[in-house]
């Protein structure tokens, strides 16, 4: 390939990369619209602040529902179904303007809940698709990073948009923000990538269960089982489980603001150099060690600056070891790289729906809430000892095919 022709495709692989991760920034934002201002919407739909939590709450359950169908929609008809992934958060942030009331804005949730599974799963495809191997945990990394981004404006634009009845001014600028990063994507999406012939293989049967079969998926999946179902216990609970140590509900919204930051940081810097010093086994470790100290830090200690310090520490490894996992798992399934990002994605959003729920049911018992999370924590040890590294699995093209689903490298 002539060198010209070879950055030109480059480059156009990274602003695919690029229009991918605005979607996945509104579709976050559109997910956690209600979760800084619940009062505020309760009060505006009127409505009950348990209902509120439902727009939100909906997301990880059609997420474990929806998954595998996500996956294979993905693996079949990548282009397409990413496209149409995108269209459907930017319907659903149009149609919360239908009108002010509860039916409009759960039906709109409702949509963008359902594109989820295909728009966060695609993102190890993605990057196979339309960038060199070399370069593909950068791409992951930047496409997980939109996720985080996306969590951290939401957290900004409820208060700063959102607050004193301006719930609708928020919803029109949301709605504008998921229907130009729908557009992009689809516009990115025209042609398909460089490497997508490369990637091919047949896929017939059941993918899901084929890839279950592999002890290096399994390990995946129970490792972001455990870390982004404390992430999504920490981000749901914090406030409650700080308030009894009088710590308000803006220092505690700081607080999370700051983890996420951090993550988001860590998710720039680490997976890329964790996968060229294919040091995987060894992130995943200190990640379970950090994880297990800075839960027990913020159930131990009394000083605010101490809980800042293990909050950003969490963040900073546990957020940037879900695109570590999805570089290993598009390595690992080949062409069904959209079947294993969805069974990741599914894995960690019932993490977070049975992790929240434990700690839901210790709320009101602050230290053992967090000792229950540092459990959870270590729980992943001996995981992350039987990490398969990049070094240790070569690349390959998984092949799925017969009505068996046997698996072939």
């Known amino acids: 390939m002539d060198p010209r022709d070879e950055s030109t495709t480059r480059t156009r692989g990274w602003w695919v990369i690029a229009a991918y991760a605005l979607v996945c920034a509104a579709t976050q934002i559109l997910w956690l619209t209600y979760a800084a201002i619940t009062t505020e919407s309760a009060r505006h739909y009127g409505v009950s602040a348990g209902a509120i939590g439902w727009l939100a709450e909906i997301f990880p359950l059609l997420y474990v529902v929806l998954a595998i169908p996500a996956g294979i929609l993905l693996d079949r008809w990548f282009r397409p179904a990413l496209a149409a992934g995108g269209a459907l958060v930017a319907l659903g942030g149009l149609v919360r303007l239908g009108g002010q009331t509860f039916a409009w804005a759960l039906a709109g949730q409702t949509l963008v809940a359902v594109a989820q ?25 930047l496409g997980s990073a939109g996720n985080f981004v996306g ?5 900004l634009l409820g208060p700063t948009f959102g607050a004193h009845d301006h719930i609708e001014r928020l919803l029109v600028l949301e709605a504008v923000m998921g229907g130009l990063a729908a557009i992009a994507l689809a516009i990115a999406l025209r042609r398909g990538g460089a490497h997508a012939s490369i990637e091919h293989a047949a896929i017939e049967g059941s993918a899901a269960r084929a890839l279950w079969r592999l ?18 216990a920490l981000a749901t609970w914090l406030q409650t489980l700080l308030q009894p140590a009088h710590v308000s509900e803006t220092t505690a919204g700081v607080l999370l603001v700051g983890m996420v930051i951090a993550g ?4 720039a810097a680490l997976p890329p150099l964790v996968a060229r ?4 086994r060894g992130f995943m470790r200190g990640a379970v060690v950090i994880g297990c100290v800075g839960c027990v830090s913020l159930g131990i200690t009394p000083w605010l600056g101490t809980r800042a310090l293990a909050l950003v520490a969490i963040g900073i490894v546990l957020l940037p070891a879900l695109p570590v996992i999805l570089t290993a798992a598009e390595q690992l399934a080949g062409a069904a790289a959209g079947t294993a990002g969805a069974i990741i994605w599914m894995a960690g959003n019932l993490g977070g729906l049975v992790v929240a729920l434990l700690v839901q049911i210790l709320v009101h018992h602050p230290l053992p809430a967090f000792l229950a999370m540092a459990g959870v924590s270590l729980c992943g040890l001996p995981l992350a000892a039987r990490v398969t590294t990049t070094a240790d699995q ?10 068996g689903s046997s698996v072939t490298a």
């Open 151 to 155: 969590m951290l404006l939401a957290l």
């Open 117 to 141: 599974p295909v728009v966060l799963s695609a993102v190890s495809k993605l990057a196979g698709e339309y960038l060199p191997h070399e370069q593909r945990a950068d791409g992951i990394s």
């Open 394 to 403: 070569p690349l390959t093209s998984l092949t799925i095919s017969g009505p």
């Open 277 to 280: 010093r294919h040091a995987e």
């Open 215 to 232: 002890e290096p998926m399994r390990i995946q999946c129970g490792l972001v089982f455990l870390g982004f179902g404390i992430f999504v």
């Open 264 to 267: 988001i940081a860590g998710c």
